[in-house]
Structure formats: structure tokens, C-alpha cells
T-cell receptor
Framework: GIQVEQSPPDLILQEGANSTLRCNFS?????LQWFHQNPWGQLINLFY???GTKQNGRLSATTVATERYSLLYISSSQTTDSGVYFC??????????FGKGITLSVRP | DTEVTQTPKHLVMGMTNKKSLKCEQH?????MYWYKQKAKKPPELMFV???????INESVPSRFSPECPNSSLLNLHLHALQPEDSALYLC??????????????FGPGTRLTVL
């Protein structure tokens, strides 16, 4: 089946720093989503990005489908960016396959 | 409105209890999903409903019983659960269920503790 790998597994940043989170997937991507799970468990949609580049405020994402990876960029990080970042790929029958997540801690 | 709501937020139940989790969306989506998430793990798919019919059951034990009474509502009935069923239960919806997938939107989850 589809495998999704995320790196690094953990990331600690000082407030104001920039970071890049990576997602590799094993098969041709149908659709790729990035989520932020906050400390209360809510999964917040960040990007729906099967290919190309999108930006939303301090966040941007790029998916290179031919090379089977996606990157999430966080600029000028804030403490509220802390949490777990998941990428997930949609395969057959709308099944989302999640990576293991990247735990981000932003320190003041 | 891109909101999926879930009730209750927290639930504590004994192994002999019967309880239900509820999920609602008003985005006109025709696919709805239940996921289970254990601590420090990614969400795992349990069930998918498409046009109010059960389309996918990921070999979930029968002590979990899903129900989709209409296109906006999704329930998960719980009976005779085990302590290892304690987890965060997430509901999601998407425009449709199709190969290649539509964007899924998640509710805030119900944190379930089984004593």
C-alpha cells in the first residue's frame, strides 16, 4: 500500500525562526493534504495540494508529484504553531494514508 | 461553513455501558468518515459512508456500530468496549468518496476513556 514518511520526527524552534517539514510518499500522488493537530486534538486543514505551490500567510507548501515529495514551510514561527503536523495522501476510495507526524515545539 | 461538529467532547464509560458519538456537517458533503487516533499515532480509518451507505469497514470489531441517519449526521454506537479502545475519535467529511479523493475536513474529536 501507499507509504508516507515525514521528517524530521521532532523539531524545536525558537520563536521567529523558519522551518521546512518534509513528506515523502511511495506512490503517485492523487491528492495530498497537510494538517496541523493542535494540543486539543483538532486537525486543522492547512493545504490541499496534489501539485504545485500554495501560500497562506506565514505558511506555504510545495508538492513535486513527479519526485514524490511535499514540503511545508513555516516562516517567522510563533508559539501557536506548536503541535503535530501530518501530511496525508489520498489513495483509492478516498482513503487518507497519514504519515507518522512531525512534532513541532516553538519556544518563546 | 467548513465546520464539522462532534459531541460529546469527552466521554468516560464503563465496559458494560452503551453510548453514542455524534457528528454533524452542513457543507452538503456526501461522504463521512470515522477515524480512531491513539496517543502519539496518526489517525486510522474505521468506516466510510458514501451517500448514507456504508462503503468501507476497516475490519472494525462489532462493538463499534456506525450509523448514518441522513446526509448530515453520522453516529458511532459503542457497546461493551475494552480499555484499549480509549482514544480520540475523529469524524471527517468530504464532498464525495471517489478515487483520488476530495479534501477531507475533520471535527474536533471525542476523547473517549473506557474504564
Amino acid at each position: 500500500g501507499i507509504q508516507v514518511e515525514q521528517s524530521p520526527p521532532d523539531l524545536i524552534l525558537q520563536e521567529g525562526a523558519n522551518s521546512t517539514l518534509r513528506c515523502n510518499f511511495s506512490d503517485s500522488v492523487n491528492n495530498l493534504q497537510w494538517f496541523h493537530q493542535n494540543p486539543w486534538g483538532q486537525l486543522i486543514n492547512l493545504f490541499y495540494i496534489p501539485s504545485g505551490t500554495k501560500q497562506n500567510g506565514r505558511l506555504s507548501a510545495t508538492t513535486v508529484a513527479t519526485e514524490r515529495y511535499s514540503l511545508l514551510y513555516i516562516s517567522s514561527s510563533q508559539t501557536t504553531d506548536s503541535g503535530v503536523y501530518f501530511c496525508a495522501e489520498t489513495g483509492a476510495n478516498s482513503k487518507l494514508t497519514f504519515g507518522k507526524g512531525i512534532t513541532l515545539s516553538v519556544r518563546p | 461553513d467548513t465546520e464539522v461538529t462532534q459531541t460529546p467532547k469527552h466521554l468516560v464509560m464503563g465496559m458494560t455501558n452503551k453510548k453514542s458519538l455524534k457528528c454533524e456537517q452542513h457543507m452538503g458533503h456526501r461522504a463521512m468518515y470515522w477515524y480512531k487516533q491513539k496517543a502519539k499515532k496518526p489517525p486510522e480509518l474505521m468506516f466510510v459512508y458514501s451517500y448514507e451507505k456504508l462503503s468501507i469497514n476497516e475490519s472494525v470489531p462489532s462493538r463499534f456500530s456506525p450509523e448514518c441517519p441522513n446526509s448530515s449526521l453520522l453516529n458511532l454506537h459503542l457497546h461493551a468496549l475494552q480499555p484499549e479502545d480509549s482514544a480520540l475519535y475523529l469524524c471527517a467529511s468530504s464532498q464525495e468518496m471517489r478515487q483520488g479523493g476530495d479534501e477531507q475536513f475533520f471535527g474536533p474529536g471525542t476523547r473517549l476513556t473506557v474504564l
